[in-house]
């Protein structure tokens, strides 16, 4: 549920904190989209492909903080419609 400071139709998602199993965090979509542009410019900026690698990896996990869920079940919408 968004607060009253949020709009209704954002993308938030609820996690619990790490070691607090009663409390959570919401995350926003704006958040993510901010993180994830942030990323995107050191991807492009380093030289080295282990870095690269591993800034990818981090966008990858931190891109499925809101979207993973939804994007696979659009996927698997999408391949069923397509059969």
């Known amino acids: 549920m968004p607060s009253q400071n949020e709009p209704a139709d954002d993308r938030n998602s609820l996690l619990p904190l790490e070691g607090e199993s009663d409390e959570y965090e919401v ?14 410019a050191l991807i ?3 030289n080295s492909d282990n870095i690269r690698v591993a800034l990818e990896e981090a966008a990858d996990s931190v891109y499925s903080l809101i979207y993973g ?3 696979e079940s659009c996927e698997e919408d999408d ?3 397509a059969a």
């Open 69 to 71: 869920e939804d994007d």
């Open 27 to 40: 995350i926003t979509s704006e958040e993510v989209d901010r993180v994830l542009d942030a990323l995107d």
């Open 79 to 81: 391949q069923s419609e």
């Open 44 to 46: 492009e900026s380093v």
